[in-house]
Each structure stands twice: as C-alpha cells, then as structure tokens.
C-alpha cells in the first residue's frame, strides 16, 4: 500500500500549497526518507543543466528568492493598475503610451506569476511534511526535484513581448510627427525582436561557445537600439520642452542600466566554465534571481512612472487649461527619477 | 502494485497544484519507479493516437510548447485587456469591432489555459518528485501518461467560435452600409462554420482516407471564404480612405498567411502514414504547437490590432474634431502591420 501513496505523490509533483497540512502531518514517512540526502553535490560541469538552476538551496536562499519574485510581482500588478486608473490625468493623446506602460507591467505580472509558482514547485524541503526538529526552518535545505523544473524560459517570453512595446511607449510619449515616430518604430522594435531571439539559444545551450557566439549576435541589435535612441531620437527632442528633455535623458538612463543587468546575468554559467566555480554555485543563482527580479522593476514599473510624468508635462505644456484644471503647478507629480 | 500506483497516478495527472502534496513527498517510491521506462518506443503506426500526440519528450521540447503556449496565452489576455481599454480611442461606430476583436482574443485566452493546464498534465518527467541529480533539469525526459492525455480538440472548439467572430469584426470595422454588410456576412459566417465542422472528423480518425475526405470538403468553403472576401469585399472598398485600403489589403493578406498553417499541420499526419515519419515523431509535435501557437497569435492578436489601427484611422477621417483631440497626428499609434 506504501507503494501506491508514493507513486501518487510523485507523480503530482511537490507543490507548496498544502492544502490539508494535517492529513500530512498524521501520517509520517515509513522511513524518514530525506531527498537532500541523495542530490549530487554541486560541480561547475553541469552538463544540460544550462539555464543554470542550482541544485540545492539552504533556506535562507530559497527565501530570498521567494521574496523577491513575489515583490516584483506586487509591483507590476499595482503599477499596471495605477498607469490605468491614472489615465485621465494627461491628455487623450498621451493616453496610448501610458495603456502601454501598464500593458508591459501587466504582462510581467503574468510571467512573474509563473516564475513563482515554477519556483516554488521545483524544490522540495528535507523531509517535507515531517514535524521540524530543534533546529526549526532555518535548518531546512531545499533540492531541486524531477518535474517541471525551474522555468526561466519566461523570461524570454516575457522580453520578447514587453522590450518591443517598452521601446514603443518610450516613443507614444513623445507624440513625434508620424513619420518621425514611424520610422524610429521601424528599426527599433525589429532590432529589439532580435536582440532576444538571438539570446534565447544561448541562453539554452549548455555550450560555452554557443553562448558567446549567440550572445555576440544578440549584443549588436543591442548596440544598434543604443545608436537609434541616442543618436537618431536626439533629433526628435528639439522640439520638446525643456523639463521634458530632461525626463527622456533620465529614461534612456534608466534603460542602458537596467537593461545591462541582462547580459551580465547571462555571463554566469559562462564564467563559471571558466572555473571560476562561484559563478556556478548556490549564490550566484540567488543573486541572479534577485538581479533579475530588480532590473525587471525599474525597468518596466520605474520606467513606466517616468513615462507617467513625461506625459503629465506635455499635457501642461500642450494646454493651460489642463494644467489649470489639475491645479497648474505639477507640484504632486512623483518624482519618479 | 506498481501498475495501479500508475493508473492512479495517471488519473491525476500532474498538477502542479497539489492538493496533497505532503503526502506525496513523504515517501517516495520504494525502487525508484520511472514511469518514462515503461513507455512504448515512437513508432510511425500508432493506431488510435489520432491527434498524433508525441508520447514521450525530451527537457527542451517539453519546455518549448510549455513557454510557447504560455507566450500565445499571455498574448491573448493581454490584447484583449489592451482592445478593451482602449474602445475610448475610437468613434463609437466603430467600438463594436473592437469588442469583438477583445471577445476573440478573451475566448482564445480560455483555451489556451485549458490547453497550458492540459499539456502540463498529460506528461510526467521521470522519477518525478524525486531529487535531482548533477545533471539538473537537462537530463529529464517527459512520458506521456494514461488519464486525460493532452486534448487538442480544445483548438476546433475555439476556432468554431472564434473563426466567424474574426470575419464578423473584419466587416464590422468597415462600417459599410448595412444591406452590404449583412451579404457579406450571410455567406461568411455559415461557410466559416462549415469549414471547422468539417475539418474535425478528419482530425480525430485515425484512418488517412477519413483525414483527406474531410480534409477536402473543409477545404471548399475556404476557398468560398477567400473569394468572398478578395472578390466581393473589393467592390465595397471604394469609399473608403486611401490608407484604410491599404491596411485592409494586409489584414487580408495576414488572414490567408495564417489560415493556411492550419491545414499544413491538419496534413501532418497523413504525411506520417505515408512513411515520413519524422512527421508523426517528437519534432513534428513540437513543430505543431509551436505553429499553431504563433498562427493563433497572428490571427488573433496581430489582427485585432491592424483592426484597432482601421479603426482609428477611420475614426479619424471621420471627425477632425476626434482627430485634433488625439493629438491629430496619430504618430503614437502601433504600427501594427
């Protein structure tokens, strides 16, 4: 009878969501069984392991983790929100790119979402559902187990669908003359498609050369955006008042910083089979998902706020009677950067 | 014993969330069981398997339809969200094609979360729930088990619905005179409806001179669609504006590039039974989802938007006054297509 449990439990996967903790706590293991004690210890060759998922977590690092894909994901829900509901406090023409903006929020709500929930099915605690010993949590390990696993192909899904419309809200914003915005549009959102697409293969693969080869293909549309953003957008901005300017030099800022978390993050597993072991190990994958996770919210909530006040600004200054009826001196305005 | 731990396990599927995950966890299988062994080989004749469902998938093919489904269904909310929100933006008249485009995309979003939860439940990885070993994640393989299995039929349900409310919002956004409209919609809808009920018996038997019987008799009112709409749907375009034209000529063209992936993985099969077997392995499946996925992504999401951007263009040719209160130039718009 033991066999028919165990196989029912293994096959539904060990999710954290106890739902009838006391069934569990009733009927301990027959035999103590501990699954930390039968994972591998760490190496550096971690061959088909290439998204670089560490293989145990004490419990202060599965913490971490947890807490920090969980605040992502109450800022981007709230900051969709509050782009929504704020809508009628800039004029109609404006309202596009803040719809944008929550968009882009909204969809990485949606893929931290599953990132969490990925997260926290991938590890089992040592000896889950047994009563805790002296120790308490803090002795708990966490190993990764046989399942869906952590999933950090989100990621890529998420930036293939928000980098395009970050760079199209960061262009709506400025209400250029069309054929202006259109042609900045035009080679923007093809170079950033293929900035991502380019490094999900590397991303992937568990060949270090097929990383750096894959991860130099996907830097020069990188490089390319910088050029059309710095270069080519600098023309457009004459014509824009000058607290405005100011906002769209801190935006672009904001995105060469945030965005420069990427490919540092992706370097990882590279470094790491270049021995340097740490770059591999239980740390590393902390402050991967924690470099991530924080890039993630400056680069679409933080950036979403500036884009809010970029469209406050040029509201005032396209109509006075606006910035009467809003009491004039922007004064209430987050200083979001 | 071990075959009914399996038809249990099966029968549950492999949710990750888990009712009672402790007392999965609490013992694991006692002779490490992996369910992957003791599946039959692919094989290019697998009678009964009409949907051609790969039974068994490596880590990176299980992780491609994962991220790809989870891509169209993050797609498909948040078009229908943006489509939603945005009805503001456009004359009344021309609302309702939006709402419509919305209600497609919010339909394709529902069977696309049964579709995710499905695939995720129809495969189990092996020695699942155990602890991992050094190689990580990239060692696994996916089965296919025995309980509800993956159910593609999810995909007619929605086409049968969401194929006659896409032409209905490509007339409906044209805003033409009403006798016009409701001609041209008297032979769309029911030919549209004729076409997905007739593609599904082929779909579902194994039997290949089923599939090309029906195969063909669902090909007849596609090609009765796209006369419809290429020769008759002509006439009605003279009054429109120049650019409206133009938009439409592409919506039309995405139609036919999309709509044709559908008979191409319809054909899959029968390409199988002919001895290609590469068309009835692991890859082809992958292949499948994948195209579907991006042609549902296409038809739906990319269309609703070239439909927003007619939409505003009408609406602005429309009304000088719309068009100076969104700032006239619509050089914030999405340029869709």
Not at 5 to 21: F, K
Not at 299 to 322: N, P, Q, T
Request: glycine share 10%; with cysteine; proline share 5%.
């Amino acid at each position: 009878m033991a066999g028919l449990c165990t196989q029912v439990g293994g096959r539904h996967g060990v999710g954290r969501h106890v739902h009838h903790p006391v069934v569990s706590r009733r009927s301990p293991p027959p035999h103590g069984f501990s699954p930390v004690d039968r994972v591998a210890p760490l190496t550096s060759k971690r061959k088909g392991n290439a998204m670089q998922v560490a293989t145990e977590l004490s419990y202060a690092s599965f913490q971490t983790v947890y807490n920090v894909l969980s605040f992502a994901l109450a800022s981007m829900i709230f900051t969709a929100l509050f782009l929504l509901i704020s809508q009628g406090r800039v004029l109609p023409r404006y309202r596009n790119a803040l719809v944008v903006s929550a968009t882009v929020c909204g969809i990485a709500a949606y893929h931290y979402f599953r990132i969490f929930d990925s997260f926290r099915d991938a590890y089992i605690a040592g000896g889950a559902g047994q009563p805790l010993g002296a120790d308490g949590l803090g002795g708990l390990t966490y190993a990764l187990v046989a399942g869906d696993g952590f999933n950090e192909g989100y990621r890529y899904v998420d930036w293939l669908l928000t980098v395009p419309l970050l760079l199209f809200e960061t262009i709506a914003v400025l209400a250029l003359a069309r054929s202006d915005a259109r042609s900045l549009l035009n080679r923007l959102i093809p170079a950033s498609v293929l900035m991502i697409v380019l490094g999900y293969p590397g991303e992937i693969s568990s060949d270090v050369t097929a990383k750096l080869v894959w991860g130099t293909l996907s830097t020069i549309p990188f490089i390319y955006i910088l050029y059309v953003l710095f270069a080519e957008l600098s023309k457009s901005l004459d014509r824009q008042p000058a607290e405005v300017r100011g906002s769209v030099g801190r935006l672009r800022i904001l995105l060469i910083a945030t965005w420069g978390v990427y490919p540092i993050s992706y370097l990882f597993p590279v470094l790491d089979s270049f021995g340097l072991a740490w770059f591999g190990g239980e740390e590393s994958f902390v402050l991967r998902q924690v470099g991530y996770s924080i890039a993630d919210v400056l680069a679409k909530c933080l950036y979403g706020l500036v884009i809010y006040k970029i469209a406050r600004l040029k509201s005032f200054a396209d109509s006075a009677e606006f910035a009467a009826s809003e009491g004039e001196a922007p004064s209430s305005e987050k200083q979001a950067a």
